[in-house]
């Protein structure tokens, strides 16, 4: 982590769980963290659990569905920071619904925020870091319903299956669109199954944990947060790509 040092990570999704999780971790190891979320106070609080730590903690109020509000959180990076040397798009949720009677404004919000808030995001820090030639790095946090279908909540979480598996197709395009364009910009999809101590079930209107994940490993935010530091710790030859 020595080249990331005094470099800046956008992190979406960072009031709760995963997102707090690597912030925690990227701090610790010397890095300016730009924390987005909606709940500014639960960024703040994060802000003075970090006011110790050799790196810094900023916390910036964004909503990843709002296009414009993104566009202003990195603006404000470029101007208060210099630009973003790495993106963590981190922010997803799922919503209880099925396909044959769902409720769209349920699917819009799936997709406004796994799939179109993590593509905004994404062209903003790859302008930042080609304006300044960075050997930068985005990293997709993805899930194992990017992968595969899991039969025991398909019908609830078909839409959320959906977002996943674009979001797999999107880093592996974007590799592709870099290569082309011969950018030094990593991007990395990592692809956690269940994990326990976050929000993630509650907010998507499950009032249970499904009794497969019940009697199931699982995994907790620190175990995620390891995961990124071990992809952006890699020398420059070493591109884990999923």
Not at 143 to 166: C, D, E, I, M
Not at 226 to 236: C, G, I, K
Request: overall charge neutral.
């Amino acid at each position: 982590m020595e080249n990331y040092v005094g470099k800046v990570a956008v992190i979406t999704g960072s009031s709760a769980g995963i997102g707090a999780t690597i912030s925690k971790e990227l701090v610790k190891r010397g890095m300016k963290v730009v924390g987005l979320a909606r709940r500014l106070e639960r960024l703040e609080d994060l802000k003075k659990q970090l006011s110790n730590e050799s790196g810094q903690f900023y916390s910036l109020q964004c909503d990843i569905r709002n296009e414009k509000e993104i566009l202003n959180a990195f603006e404000w990076v470029e101007k208060n920071l210099g630009g973003v040397d790495v993106l963590v798009n981190n922010a997803g949720l799922m919503q209880i619904t099925t396909l044959s009677d769902g409720d769209i404004e349920k699917w819009k919000t799936v997709l406004d925020t796994n799939v179109l808030g993590l593509c905004i995001a994404t062209r903003e820090a790859v302008k930042s870091m080609k304006k300044r030639a960075v050997s930068g790095h985005i990293i997709h946090i993805n899930s194992l319903a990017g992968h595969r279908v899991v039969p025991q909540v398909a019908s609830t979480f078909n839409v959320y299956f959906a977002s996943k598996f674009a979001v797999r197709a999107l880093a592996e395009t974007l590799r592709f669109e870099l290569a082309h364009s011969k950018l030094k910009i990593k991007v990395c999809n990592i692809s956690p199954g269940y994990v326990e101590h976050t929000e993630f079930l509650i907010a998507g209107g499950a009032t249970e944990i499904p009794e497969f994940v019940k009697n199931a490993s699982y995994l907790i935010p620190e175990n995620i947060a390891e995961a990124v530091v071990y992809v952006l710790s890699t020398p420059p030859n070493v591109d884990v790509s999923d």
